[in-house]
């Protein structure tokens, strides 16, 4: 289908897009509304729904349910945002009610840029330098392959985990949310011949009818038997049509991947979603070596896969092609439910057998709130989404009056601020005492 999008001069351009029009981002736009007239903040509750609300369970065509909330738990959350408007979205100290979510958190969406870290095996042994960059390349460009949804993640609490590790036991993953206010998630990833940091925090700006997130934190790859190690930035990421048209999810900018200490840089531009949908998710780019040369052209398609170009280093012409990354059929292909889920998403989704005596309570799958929302069950999550929500607020008043400092159970900064992993996670959370799960609850 065909959803709208409005740029910065106020005019809707049209953008082709699989995701149907989501209450899920109005939260997030809606703190615009105070600084339009009355006679517009009426139009823009009727774009909304808040004109004529009532609670309804719709089915759509492929039988999945729909919940609709009801009149005064909407119009309770209007009264709250619009007096809100102008703060800073990320310290925002404001509980969001459930039918804006998804039944993941933020830290497995963390986890859900490592779907395609079979690359990153790759690169770990491939002795040719270029081709070794383009892998890491691909692998920067599929970590968005899952982030064509909309509903938003639950913020994670002060202290909690989210772990993953591979059918095969190859690769494991660890993450913690390490600070609440500024929020900062910390990821630590072991994979063969290779280990990846990621520290996720970042700013989030409003533009009328969308909001722009730009990442602030950092992120690595260590590939150890060519002691080489790749940093990068990443491009902005919005929300696009909150107000009017279908919300749908689009990625622009710049992502500049460099090698040390090679010094190889590559430079990726993803385009802005334009008129009619021109340009969406494509992503193009090069790769340039240390002495200067433009040694390969990439191209391709955040959502769907990626293609390196060989260029000869004296004339600059293309040699060679070889596809990089093909994310192929990574979606259900019968729809499980509303959120457009992956097939990966769904792995970080389950709870093993003995879940509860290998992992430890803090664990985002254990979260009430979060599994009341994944069994459809609106009233409860929303319920204990606030008991969690409290919870955290007397453990942050608790220690505001001892003076604690609060400090993370399995990363440490240095004296440079950088974040480490402490190396003791696996370890000392298998196989827990009664007495040392009940000391780590956090709801």
């Not at 009426?42 to 492929?62: F, I």
């Not at 072991?190 to 990846?196: K, R, T």
């Not at 934190?217 to 009017?244: H, I, K, M």
Request: aromatic share 12%; charged share 25%.
């Amino acid at each position: 289908m065909e959803t709208s999008e409005t740029d910065s001069t106020g005019n809707t351009q049209t953008c082709e897009t699989r995701q149907t029009r989501s209450n899920s981002w109005t939260a997030w736009g809606i703190h615009a509304i105070s600084t339009i007239t009355d006679g517009a903040k009426q139009l823009y509750t009727k774009a909304l729904g808040l004109d004529e609300l009532e609670e309804k369970k719709l089915e759509d065509e492929e039988g999945v349910t729909h919940v609709e909330v009801d009149e005064k738990t909407k119009r309770d959350l209007w009264n709250q945002l619009s007096t809100l408007v102008g703060a800073d979205v990320i310290n925002m100290r404001l509980s969001l009610p459930v039918w804006l979510f998804e039944p993941t958190t933020a830290l497995q969406r963390m986890c859900e840029t490592l779907q395609f870290h079979q690359l990153l095996d790759m690169a770990a042994t491939c002795e040719e330098p270029v081709e070794r960059d383009a892998l890491v390349a691909a692998f920067t460009v599929s970590a968005f392959a899952h982030t064509e949804r909309v509903y938003k993640p639950f913020n994670p609490v002060l202290g909690e985990t989210f772990e993953w590790t591979s059918r095969d036991g190859t690769t494991r993953v660890l993450c913690e949310q390490v600070s609440h206010h500024p929020p900062v998630s910390v990821s630590y990833t072991e994979g063969p011949g290779w280990v990846a940091q990621e520290v996720f925090s970042c700013n989030a700006y409003f533009l009328g009818n969308s909001v722009e997130i730009r990442n602030t934190g950092s992120r690595y790859v260590y590939l150890t038997s060519f002691d080489e190690r790749y940093e990068w930035t990443l491009p902005v990421s919005a929300a696009q049509n909150l107000f009017v048209g279908g919300s749908f999810i689009d990625h622009y900018g710049e992502l500049i991947l460099r090698s040390s200490p090679r010094g190889s840089v590559t430079s990726l531009t993803f385009t802005k979603c334009g008129w009619f949908g021109r340009g969406r998710y494509a992503v193009n780019g090069d790769i340039v070596d240390a002495d200067g040369y433009r040694v390969m052209e990439l191209s391709g398609e955040w959502n769907r896969g990626l293609v390196g170009f060989r260029l000869d280093k004296s004339s600059g012409e293309r040699v060679d092609a070889k596809s990089l990354w093909y994310a192929g059929e990574h979606k259900p292909a019968v729809k499980r439910d509303k959120y457009n889920f992956t097939n990966f998403t769904y792995e970080l989704l389950e709870v093993p057998d003995n879940a509860e005596s290998i992992i430890p309570p803090t664990d985002s799958r254990f979260r009430p709130d979060r599994r009341a929302l994944e069994g459809n069950n609106l009233s409860l999550a929303n319920l204990e989404k606030v008991r969690v929500e409290n919870i955290q607020r007397e453990r942050e008043n608790q220690r505001q009056k001892t003076g604690t400092t609060y400090v993370p159970a399995w990363f440490y900064q240095d004296d440079n601020n950088e974040w480490h992993f402490g190396g003791k996670y696996w370890k000392e959370t298998r196989n827990m005492s009664e007495d040392q799960k009940e000391q780590m609850k956090l709801w």
